[in-house]
């Protein structure tokens, strides 16, 4: 082989090992810039014209058709490929439904059944582990988590506690501040698979901390990695081997669970108006504590059922958890958050949102009313509260003591 050959063939090999690191550094970009995608991909957003319904009770077949109605007008409104929402009430799933299409190229329709990425309402997820085991006494919110890992990879993080970390007060970057590069590459390309929460440490664990803990808030998914694994360390156990002893089993729930390409899972999407085209391949194992899960809203709202459940979390770590959290100069953070949920004042409910490649999710328990929604959808709207809005509706429809007043979906 000729000299020339030799250095060809260098320059193709480095030419494509620099093309496979810019790769994901393209591929983020185009998602929020949907003239980088491929022109030739778009497709347009068919309006829905069929619920598939799971009404639980008979008595409110009226309602479960008004609801679907909503939802059917809800996704022509936002073009989401699919949405699908569930409701329980006093703790018992009393109407799911799904619109709209799990896949656009293969034409296969949402169902009740149909998994999708819920994003960051894999916090309370995490937090319903955390109070479980702060009720049995295993993990304590004030303790310094040092006490229960004495082999963290920053030492800045020994005093920290899970209160903190829960609050999200503990001074950890979110991604955008995170000043671990080979860590924020990581985050940004996600191809790594990750078996192990630890594994998930290194994505952040060479960024300084942002501010001494409780004196100001910044949201940060890191935080909920920690969490994960200061609790598998406490409690002995793989962190998927916690949730699932501490809230699947007990719940009798086959969801959340880890984001894969499974039979049943829906496809996600970017949207451009009233058109999308699939999201790029990603792999979100690094993330699962606090956007790694996937879902459906059945289960989401048997998991927030159970935080109505004194049994299942005592009465009084639930108060805790639902408490805007104060700062070390005794104000209430900026965005009123909890411990892994934000509260509502205005309406009196827990609730968390999530935004994950090509999905959302919201979760929300009303108290007052003894009732929890779920919503889901495959795709990425520019403003959550576009996706997330039709909860109120679904409140309002299903607080009626007379099922006979009808809902306009309209409005």
């Known amino acids: 082989m000729s000299v020339r050959s030799i250095i060809a063939i260098l320059v193709l090999v480095v030419f494509a090992g620099l093309i496979y690191l810019i790769?994901?550094?393209?591929?983020?970009?185009?998602?929020?810039?949907?003239?980088?995608?491929?022109?030739?991909?778009?497709?347009?957003?068919?309006?829905?014209?069929?619920?598939?319904?799971?009404?639980?009770?008979?008595?409110?077949?009226?309602?479960?058709?008004?609801?679907?109605?909503?939802?059917?007008?809800?996704?022509?409104?936002?073009?989401a490929p699919s949405l699908s929402a569930a409701v329980a009430i006093d703790g018992r799933l009393v109407w799911s439904g799904a619109v709209g299409w799990a896949d656009?190229?293969?034409?296969?329709?949402?169902?009740?059944?149909?998994?999708?990425?819920?994003?960051?309402?894999?916090?309370?997820?995490?937090?319903?582990?955390?109070?479980?085991?702060?009720?049995?006494?295993?993990?304590?919110?004030?303790?310094?988590?040092?006490?229960?890992?004495?082999?963290?990879?920053?030492?800045?993080?020994?005093?920290?506690?899970?209160?903190?970390?829960?609050?999200?007060?503990?001074?950890?970057?979110?991604?955008e501040t995170n000043r671990d590069t080979l860590g924020l590459y990581?985050?940004?390309?996600?191809?790594?698979?990750?078996?192990?929460?630890r594994e998930g440490l290194a994505l952040f664990d060479g960024s300084p901390q942002?501010?001494?803990?409780?004196?100001?808030?910044?949201?940060?998914?890191?935080?909920?990695?920690?969490?994960?694994?200061?609790?598998?360390?406490?409690?002995?156990q793989?962190?998927?081997?916690l949730v699932q002893q501490w809230v699947l089993e007990p719940l009798a729930l086959n969801s959340p669970v880890v984001d894969q390409a499974v039979t049943g899972r829906a496809s996600?999407?970017?949207?451009?108006?009233?058109?999308?085209q699939p999201w790029r391949r990603v792999d979100l194992s690094n993330k699962l504590p606090g956007g790694g899960f996937m879902s459906r809203p059945e289960d989401m709202v048997r998991l927030g059922a159970a935080w109505l459940d004194p049994g299942f979390v005592n009465v009084d770590t639930r108060e805790r958890f639902w408490t805007p959290q104060t700062l070390n100069n005794g104000n209430v953070n900026e965005q009123s958050y909890a411990l892994t949920w934000r509260w509502s004042d205005t309406g009196n409910y827990a609730h968390h949102g999530g935004v994950s490649k090509g999905a959302m999710a919201w979760l929300a328990v009303h108290p007052e009313q003894s009732m929890v929604i779920a919503l889901t959808t495959n795709v990425k709207l520019a403003e959550f509260g576009d996706f997330s809005s039709v909860q109120d509706s679904l409140v309002a429809l299903f607080s009626k003591n007379d099922d006979s007043t009808q809902i306009d979906a309209s409005e």
């Open 23 to 79: 790769w994901p550094a393209y591929g983020f970009m185009a998602e929020t810039n949907p003239s980088l995608r491929n022109p030739w991909r778009w497709q347009d957003v068919p309006v829905a014209t069929t619920c598939q319904s799971s009404p639980m009770a008979p008595d409110l077949q009226s309602i479960a058709e008004q609801a679907c109605a909503l939802l059917l007008a809800h996704q022509a409104r936002v073009h």
């Open 104 to 175: 656009l190229g293969s034409q296969s329709l949402a169902t009740p059944q149909t998994l999708y990425r819920i994003g960051s309402t894999s916090k309370p997820v995490t937090g319903t582990l955390l109070a479980r085991m702060v009720d049995a006494g295993i993990v304590e919110l004030d303790q310094p988590i040092g006490h229960y890992d004495d082999a963290l990879p920053n030492s800045d993080w020994q005093h920290l506690t899970l209160r903190q970390l829960a609050s999200h007060m503990a001074g950890l970057p979110e991604y």
């Open 186 to 197: 990581h985050s940004m390309a996600l191809r790594r698979g990750h078996s192990d929460v």
């Open 210 to 236: 942002r501010y001494a803990a409780g004196s100001a808030f910044e949201y940060s998914s890191f935080g909920a990695l920690l969490i994960a694994s200061v609790l598998q360390s406490a409690g002995g």
């Open 238 to 241: 793989p962190y998927a081997d």
């Open 268 to 276: 996600f999407y970017q949207l451009d108006g009233s058109r999308v």
